[in-house]
Each structure stands twice: as structure tokens, then as C-alpha cells.
């Protein structure tokens, strides 16, 4: 359109037809418009303790119809690794470095104890927002409250609804630790009673459906959604339960119709995209936060272990990407290997920024997930613990592990209408390294360390190399400074 402008001749006699300039100013704006591509919207659902078996397009007893027409529209993310507890992985999609590197590899944050991410680590959405994101959390936190500067709204969110802690009851959101008890739900920084006796699932999901509805299409979102479903206590209202009659063991029942539930609240927030037209331009990723612990019935099945283990039970999360205009392949299974440091440089990109951080551990897979091409990374730690040094890290095919992979070490059975699954860990002598061949055996069957020593050398000085950067894991002892009771019965910062 420009050329024909500057091909207009200087007088007043062959000036264009009224209409002719109309359009020609339109189609102006529009090519404009287009050029500056609008960043895309980013909706980020992690469910809390979803096992690797626990969803319908893997397992046919889950019901989970709403996720799995969204995996099967989008990519299967078939070697999505994360890590074997919920406040590392969570760490890992807000910084983009490994739990080794921010001192959270040794465990969750509890509720008493002053733990968080270091403040020099620049959080994700801190980062978006420089992009011009608008950024919400709705959901679980565990990433350290004890001093305000580390909650949500300090730390790039412009608001916040759901709790601090790692657990709580779903109707009435109370946390009770040791010997403490306390309410632990905020609208940013206030305590949020409304919400009292309401089932968290659906709590976020309105929410959810409120950003979405509320948002001006023309500001790219960021909403990061981390469900508090479907962590112990295992509490459902009865009619998804009920849909889950086909399953007759009622830890296994419950579960499943917490399940069932998260189905419908992202079914929920589909539908909110799509009448707000987000959808167009958007990128829906799902994601677990570590493998299914067993004796909250869930199941990671054909995998070997479960939750708080190195074994892939633990570590190899359940998880797709969703987006009606923004993928260049969908409807596959991708194989790709991706670790949850990678998301963050990887959003950054599609919001048309670049990870400036040349420390950073987690490498943008842009062209993996939305270009359907090969995988950036080769290789990854698991973990590498501080206390115990136990760890594991992966090169290529292979695995290996130092020291106790965790407890429990089976592959646990699907729960029946019998007596207790728990595999008995006292059968298991472990060697002082593991070698596995995670390609060739994934479910973790034979230990090729006594076969292949120099491999074992070679993976051990990797392991090294990877460790020399090591900090020192801080988790903070107790401190009676936390009790709610000081803070008129809420879980509350102040104390750090
Ligand atoms: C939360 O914070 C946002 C941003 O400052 C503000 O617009 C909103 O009104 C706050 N909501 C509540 C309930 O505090
Ligand atoms: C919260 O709910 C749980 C489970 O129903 C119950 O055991 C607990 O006593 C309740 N706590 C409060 C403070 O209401
Ligand atoms: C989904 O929306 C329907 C209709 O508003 C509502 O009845 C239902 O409770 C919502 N489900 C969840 C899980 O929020
Ligand atoms: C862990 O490794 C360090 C350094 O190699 C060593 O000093 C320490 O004793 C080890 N700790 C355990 C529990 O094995
Ligand atoms: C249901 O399965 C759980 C988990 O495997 C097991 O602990 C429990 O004993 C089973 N319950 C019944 C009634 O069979
Ligand atoms: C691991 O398994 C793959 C696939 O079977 C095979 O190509 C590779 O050679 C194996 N590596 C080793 C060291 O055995
Ligand atoms: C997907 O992962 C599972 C579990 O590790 C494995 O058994 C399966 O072979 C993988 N699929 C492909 C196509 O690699």
C-alpha cells in the first residue's frame, strides 16, 4: 500500500476517490496491525501431584474427556521431566535453574520452616511483565511467604488468589502443621474469606473465568494456574465421585473424581477463552509438578516409583501443550527431551522476548514444542541432593543414580478393592550406582552398571562436572514464629 501512496502524483486533479482513501487507510492499519504480531496469550496449569497413569488419553479408567481433547488437538509431551516434589518444580518454573542451584533441592518448603527462592532470581512473571504481560496467579503457591517480598504480588504477579503452603483442607482452607493450624487463602495480600467452605477446584476456576472474562484482549496474559487438585487430603464433592462409579476401591474412586473435577474447571476456562476470543492467539500448557505418590492413590504405572523418588515415577511428568492458531504441527506424540527449567526461556521467546541470562539451566524449546522440530537438550539432572548426595542425572539414553533413589522403589500396582498396594522396599538392595538405559527401558527394569563400568565412569564424572556448582540446600529448621495464632489464625508472612 505504501508504494501506491508514494506513486500519487502532487496534485490536487488526481487525488483518490473518497472511498478509494477509506480503504486504502484501512488496509494500512490492518497491514500494521499485523506486522506487530500481538505477543500471545500464555495460560499455565499445573496440577499437584498427578500421577503419570492418571489421565484418560494414557489410562481409559480416568475420566478426563475436556484434557484429552485438548492433548490429542495440541502435542503429547511424552519426556517432560520435572522434579520429585512440589516446591522444587515449582522453582523451576518460576526461575528457570535447577533446585541445586537455589537451594530448594532438598524438599518442600514446610509450612513452619522460613524457606524461598533468593531474591536475585528474576521470577517469570516479573520477567513477562517487562514484555508488556499482564500476570495473574490463581492456585497454590510454596515458594516461601514467611517475609512478604516473597508472596505472589511482590514477586511479578499483578494479583493473586489461592494460598501459600503446600496442602490444605479443600472446603474450609485450612493448613494445620505439627502443632499448629491456620487459614491460608489471600486475594493478594489479604486474607480471602469468602471462600471459606467453597471447593478449592471450583474457587480457582471462577477465578480463572474472571481474569479471562475481565481481560482487555489487546494486553498479551500470562494467568499461571497451579490447582491445588489433586493433592492429599483426597476431598471431592460427591457428584464427581459419583461419575467415577466404574471404580470400586474409594481411595482410588476419590481421587479420580477430584480428577474429574480439574477436567471441568479447565473445561470451564476453555469455554471463557474461547468466548473472549483469547483462544486465538494463545498457548494453553498443562503440566503435573512431580509423578503420583501411591498412597494417595494415585499411579504412575508402567513407570517405576512415585512421588519424592528419582526413580521416573517421580520425575517424568504428565503433560501436553494446547494452541488453536500458534503450533506448526499438532496431534502427535512429541519425544522430545524437556526438562521444567525449559519453560521459562522457552515462554519468554514466544512472548518475543530473550533469556538474557547466561546462567540460566533451562534452554528455550520454542522450536521443539511449537515448531514440532528436535529437542535443545541432550541431558539433565534429576536432582542432586545436598544432604544425602544422592542424585541422578540423564545424558542421552542414559541414567544414572547415586546413592537411595527415594522410598519406594516399586511399580505400584493400580489400587483394587483389596488390601494396600505399597510395594515393600525391604526386597530392594541398591547398588551404590544405578546405570539404566532409559530409552531401551524406560520402566527401569535392569541396571547396567555391573555391564558397562566405563560407562558408568563417564556418567559419574558428568555427574561431577554438573555438581561443582552445587549450593548448599537451605531449608531452615522450624520456627514457632509462624504460628497462626499470631496472626489472628492465618498462615501469614511476617516472620522472616
Ligand atoms: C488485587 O490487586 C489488583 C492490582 O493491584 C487490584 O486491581 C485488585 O483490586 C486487587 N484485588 C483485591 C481484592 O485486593
Ligand atoms: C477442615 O476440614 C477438615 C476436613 O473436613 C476437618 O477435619 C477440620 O476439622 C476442618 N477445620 C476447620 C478449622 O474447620
Ligand atoms: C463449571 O461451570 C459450571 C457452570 O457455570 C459450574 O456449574 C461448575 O461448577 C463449574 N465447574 C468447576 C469445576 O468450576
Ligand atoms: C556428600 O559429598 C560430599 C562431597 O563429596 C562429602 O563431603 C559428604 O560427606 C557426602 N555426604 C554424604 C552424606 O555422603
Ligand atoms: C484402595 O487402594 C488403596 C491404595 O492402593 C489401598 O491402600 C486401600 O487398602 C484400598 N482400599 C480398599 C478398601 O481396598
Ligand atoms: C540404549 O538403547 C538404545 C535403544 O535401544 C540403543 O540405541 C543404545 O545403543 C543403548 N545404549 C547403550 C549404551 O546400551
Ligand atoms: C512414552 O513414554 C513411555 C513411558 O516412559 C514409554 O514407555 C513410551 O515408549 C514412550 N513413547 C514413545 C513413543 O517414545
Known amino acids: ?31 500494521l496491525n499485523g506486522s506487530q504480531a500481538a505477543s500471545p496469550h500464555i495460560v499455565f496449569i499445573v496440577a499437584d501431584d498427578l500421577g503419570w497413569n492418571d489421565i484418560g488419553f494414557r489410562n481409559p479408567q480416568v475420566l478426563t474427556p475436556h484434557l484429552d481433547k485438548l492433548a490429542k488437538a495440541g502435542v503429547i509431551l511424552n519426556s517432560s521431566y520435572v522434579q520429585p516434589v512440589c516446591s522444587p518444580s515449582r522453582n523451576c518454573f518460576m526461575t528457570g535453574y535447577f533446585p541445586y542451584h537455589t537451594g530448594l533441592q532438598d524438599g518442600v518448603i514446610r509450612p513452619t520452616s522460613p524457606g524461598f527462592v533468593p531474591i536475585k532470581f528474576t521470577f517469570l512473571p516479573q520477567k513477562l511483565k517487562e514484555l508488556g504481560y499482564s500476570t495473574h496467579a490463581v492456585g497454590k503457591w510454596h515458594v516461601g511467604f514467611c517475609n512478604i517480598k516473597y508472596t505472589p504480588t511482590y514477586r511479578g504477579f499483578d494479583t493473586f488468589v489461592g ?4 496442602a490444605e483442607e479443600y472446603y474450609n482452607h485450612t493448613r494445620g502443621y ?3 493450624s491456620g487459614y491460608d487463602l489471600r486475594f493478594n495480600t489479604s486474607v480471602y474469606t469468602e471462600a471459606k467452605g467453597k471447593y478449592s477446584t471450583h474457587v480457582f476456576a471462577e477465578r480463572a473465568v474472571d481474569i479471562i472474562k475481565s481481560h482487555d484482549k489487546n494486553t498479551p496474559l500470562y494467568l499461571y494456574l497451579p490447582f491445588q487438585a489433586v493433592h492429599a487430603p483426597l476431598e471431592v464433592p460427591p457428584e464427581y465421585e459419583k461419575l467415577n462409579d466404574h471404580i470400586h476401591n474409594l481411595t482410588r474412586r476419590t481421587y479420580c473424581g477430584m480428577i ?50 528419582l526413580w521416573e515415577g517421580g520425575t517424568k511428568g504428565t503433560g501436553f501443550i494446547y494452541s488453536k492458531t500458534l503450533l506448526k504441527k499438532t496431534g502427535y506424540l512429541n519425544t ?37 522440530g528436535p529437542s535443545k537438550r541432550n541431558e539433565f539432572v534429576y536432582n542432586i541432593y ?3 548426595n544422592s542424585s541422578a542425572i540423564r545424558y542421552g539414553d542414559l541414567k544414572l543414580m547415586r546413592g537411595s533413589p527415594g522410598a519406594h522403589s516399586g511399580w505400584v500396582p493400580l489400587p483394587t478393592s483389596g488390601e494396600s498396594s505399597d510395594t515393600q522396599d525391604s526386597q530392594f538392595q541398591f547398588p551404590p550406582y544405578m546405570l539404566y538405559n532409559i530409552t531401551s527401558d524406560p520402566t527401569e527394569h535392569f541396571d547396567l552398571s555391573a555391564k558397562y563400568p566405563e560407562l558408568v565412569t563417564m556418567m559419574k564424572q558428568r555427574l561431577e562436572n554438573w555438581e ?6 537451605y531449608q531452615p529448621p522450624n520456627d514457632p514464629k ?4 499470631l496472626y489472628g489464625g492465618n498462615w501469614s508472612p511476617g516472620w522472616c
Not at 1 to 23: C, D, G, H, R
Not at 482 to 485: A, G, I, L, R, V
Open 336 to 372: 522430545g527431551m524437556m526438562h521444567a527449567v525449559d519453560w521459562y526461556p522457552t515462554l519468554v521467546e514466544l512472548a518475543g522476548g530473550k533469556n538474557t541470562d547466561p546462567n540460566m539451566d533451562g534452554v528455550s524449546q520454542y522450536d521443539m514444542l511449537i515448531i514440532g
Open 386 to 388: 545436598d544432604k544425602t
Open 163 to 166: 494460598y501459600y503452603t503446600g
Open 178 to 180: 505439627d502443632k499448629f
Open 468 to 473: 561443582k556448582t552445587r549450593v548448599p540446600a
Open 482 to 485: 509462624s504460628n497462626p495464632d
Open 260 to 309: 474429574s473435577a480439574l477436567d471441568e474447571a479447565v473445561a470451564n476456562i476453555t469455554n471463557a477463552l474461547e468466548e473472549t476470543g483469547l483462544i486465538d492467539n494463545l498457548l494453553l500448557v498443562f503440566t503435573t509438578d512431580n509423578g503420583g505418590p501411591f498412597h494417595g492413590a494415585a499411579n504412575n504405572l508402567p513407570l517405576r516409583g512415585t512421588k519424592a523418588t
Open 1 to 31: 500500500m505504501s508504494i501506491e501512496i508514494k506513486l500519487l502524483p502532487n496534485t490536487t486533479a488526481s487525488v483518490m476517490e473518497p472511498v478509494q482513501l477509506v480503504t486504502t487507510v484501512v488496509l494500512i492499519l490492518v497491514f
